[in-house]
């Protein structure tokens, strides 16, 4: 069965950084295509960024330069390195497997942007 | 960018209604389009893929169509559980984009 728990957010405060960290069961990360989506208060939903298989990385231009998508193949996780941190970072933050587009989501972890 | 616009933004409907949801995109993306459920404090949940392929799981009552630029969700014989927010989202090209969501309530 496939499972995705996200983790790490949290309360941060602007300028900042944090990681999250999606760890997967029931499938293999560095096998499939991975991506993280957001979602803010009372909003939609917003894609963030992928890792390819092959490794490659593509980013949504409101995180480009500030976040980093990675795995650890060992871990069978998924990493998201968010720097420089802006109230409008504020949102629940999802992993998800990618097949024809995000198919199997995981529950979310929240990441607050205030002083 | 291709841009993904959704119509209705809401809509109220009671049980048993037959409800359409139309999602066009800014520019022809195939087939590559997917419906989205999302229920308060949940992750989404892919309903539809490639359009018009029912996700394992998923009733038969929904069901997708649309090819290029037009898409549309259909539930038949709205049930309780299925009041929630729709998006559609094309995975074509990155980045990827969805639609701004429409609103399935009770009327």
């Known amino acids: 069965e496939v499972q995705l728990v996200e983790s790490g957010g949290g309360l941060i405060q602007p300028g900042g950084s944090l990681r999250l960290s999606c760890a997967a069961s029931g499938f293999i990360v560095s096998n499939n295509y991975m991506s993280w989506v957001r979602q803010a208060p009372g909003k939609g939903l917003e894609w963030v960024s992928v890792?390819?298989?092959?490794?490659?990385?593509y980013y949504a231009d409101s995180v480009k330069g500030r976040f980093t998508i990675s795995r650890d193949s060992s871990k069978n996780t998924l990493y998201l390195q968010m720097n420089s941190l802006g109230v409008e970072d504020t949102a629940v933050y999802y992993c998800?497997?990618?097949?024809?587009?995000?198919?199997?989501w995981g529950q979310g972890t929240l990441v607050t942007v205030s002083s | 960018d291709i841009q993904m616009t959704q119509s209705p933004s809401s809509l109220s409907a009671s049980v048993g209604d037959r409800v359409t949801i139309t999602c066009r995109a800014s520019?022809?993306?195939?087939?590559?389009l997917g419906w989205y459920q999302q229920k308060p404090g949940k992750a989404p949940k892919r309903l539809i893929y490639?359009?018009?392929s029912l996700q394992s799981g998923v009733p038969s009552r929904f069901s997708g169509s649309g090819s290029g630029t037009e898409f549309t969700l259909t539930i038949t014989n709205l049930q309780p559980e299925d009041f929630a927010i729709y998006y559609c989202?094309?995975?074509?090209?990155?980045?990827?984009?969805f639609g701004p969501g429409t609103k399935v309530d009770i009327k």
């Open positions: 989202l094309q995975h074509n090209s990155y980045p990827l984009t």
């Open positions: 520019q022809a993306i195939r087939n590559d």
């Open positions: 490639a359009a018009s």
């Open positions: 890792i390819y298989s092959g490794g490659g990385t």
């Open positions: 998800a497997r990618d097949s024809s587009g995000p198919a199997y």
